[in-house]
């Protein structure tokens, strides 16, 4: 009887602590996706109003209309582009932070983190002003005789913001990943004729596999909705989904609610199909 009315405690006790986040992930993300998913399958009226009348015809218009079947490729594209090159640039600067001696570890961990002490806008500004016509690589270009370069406003900028913004989140899951592996494996592996190349592919990078897949999700799936760094450092020239989704929802004439909610709809389920497929790989390397 008593160890009844302690398990009731506890339970009470658990309800009362979890009701708090409960009701706030219910307000604040449960409830806006509802509301995007119903807005999806409505119909857009004069001046930008909703009218409550379903209907698939935004999701036809996605998949039909070249402007936002291009969006979503190009989308993609770059960001499975800003993902490699986190990758390339982050398993080796996290492989380095690891070799070190440990009082050294915290310190580089440190200068990762260090970008994170400012407002991203913040920084993509910074970017702006250091690739400008007349910023600081043109004057050091015009300072040696060479010609400026169109270096801001294009896609090759939007791109070094998005890996400069993004490659943290790469670097970390990777370090934790590192920290965990055993390197006599390596050495084993000499032991038994393996080069280098052979020991780092068959050994290091499936024993890491999970760091790798952790810091891909955390890259692409901010990178596939990312409008501020094209805004910015793009000129907005070309036409991201997440700069499509803006447009349609504040910049339109007139706006477009339903189609921008379909947008983002179909968006949020190529990212969910994208986690199913991280926890289903981390899963079968937990076995």
């Given at each position: 009887?008593?160890?009844?009315?302690?398990?009731?405690?506890?339970?009470?006790?658990?309800?009362?602590?979890?009701?708090?986040?409960?009701?706030?992930?219910?307000?604040?993300?449960?409830?806006?996706?509802?509301?995007?998913?119903?807005?999806?399958?409505?119909?857009?009226?004069?001046?930008?109003?909703?009218i409550?009348?379903?209907?698939?015809?935004?999701?036809?218009?996605?998949?039909?209309?070249?402007?936002?079947?291009?969006?979503?490729?190009?989308s993609?594209?770059?960001?499975?582009?800003?993902?490699?090159?986190?990758?390339?640039?982050?398993?080796?600067?996290?492989?380095?932070?690891?070799?070190?001696?440990?009082?050294?570890?915290?310190f580089?961990?440190?200068?990762?983190?260090?970008?994170?002490?400012?407002?991203?806008?913040?920084?993509?500004?910074?970017?702006?002003i250091?690739?400008?016509?007349?910023?600081?690589?043109?004057?050091?270009?015009?300072?040696?005789?060479?010609?400026?370069?169109?270096?801001?406003?294009?896609?090759?900028?939007?791109?070094?913001?998005?890996?400069?913004g993004?490659?943290p989140?790469?670097?970390?899951?990777?370090?934790?990943?590192?920290?965990?592996?055993?390197?006599?494996?390596?050495e084993?592996?000499?032991?038994?004729?393996?080069?280098?190349?052979?020991?780092?592919?068959r050994?290091?990078?499936?024993?890491?596999?999970p760091?790798?897949?952790?810091?891909?999700?955390?890259?692409?799936?901010?990178?596939?909705?990312?409008?501020?760094?094209?805004?910015l450092?793009?000129?907005?020239?070309?036409?991201?989904?997440?700069?499509?989704?803006?447009?349609?929802?504040?910049?339109?004439?007139?706006?477009?609610?339903?189609?921008?909610?379909?947008?983002?709809?179909?968006?949020?389920?190529?990212?969910?199909?994208?986690?199913?497929?991280?926890?289903?790989?981390?899963?079968?390397?937990?076995?």
């Amino acid at each position: 009887m008593l160890e009844q009315t302690h398990a009731r405690r506890d339970r009470r006790n658990l309800i009362a602590l979890l009701t708090p986040g409960m009701l706030w992930l219910l307000l604040f993300f449960a409830l806006p996706l509802v509301i995007i998913l119903l807005y999806s399958f409505m119909t857009n009226g004069p001046r930008g109003a909703v009218i409550w009348q379903p209907t698939l015809e935004n999701y036809r218009t996605l998949f039909t209309q070249t402007i936002y079947v291009n969006a979503y490729m190009r989308s993609i594209r770059i960001s499975l582009e800003t993902t490699l090159i986190c990758l390339l640039l982050g398993y080796p600067l996290a492989l380095f932070i690891v070799r070190q001696p440990a009082h050294w570890r915290t310190f580089l961990l440190f200068l990762v983190l260090i970008p994170f002490w400012t407002n991203f806008l913040v920084r993509i500004y910074a970017w702006q002003i250091i690739l400008a016509n007349n910023g600081i690589i043109n004057t050091g270009l015009g300072a040696l005789g060479f010609a400026p370069m169109p270096l801001l406003n294009t896609e090759g900028a939007t791109l070094l913001g998005l890996v400069y913004g993004e490659l943290p989140f790469m670097v970390l899951p990777l370090y934790a990943a590192l920290a965990r592996f055993d390197f006599t494996l390596l050495e084993a592996a000499a032991d038994l004729g393996a080069n280098r190349w052979q020991a780092f592919w068959r050994i290091m990078v499936p024993q890491t596999m999970p760091g790798i897949v952790a810091g891909s999700v955390l890259v692409f799936i901010p990178t596939l909705g990312q409008f501020v760094v094209a805004e910015l450092l793009g000129g907005a020239k070309v036409d991201y989904l997440g700069n499509l989704i803006q447009r349609l929802f504040l910049r339109s004439n007139p706006v477009n609610w339903p189609l921008g909610s379909a947008l983002a709809v179909a968006m949020m389920i190529i990212l969910l199909a994208l986690i199913f497929w991280y926890f289903r790989v981390t899963r079968e390397e937990q076995r």
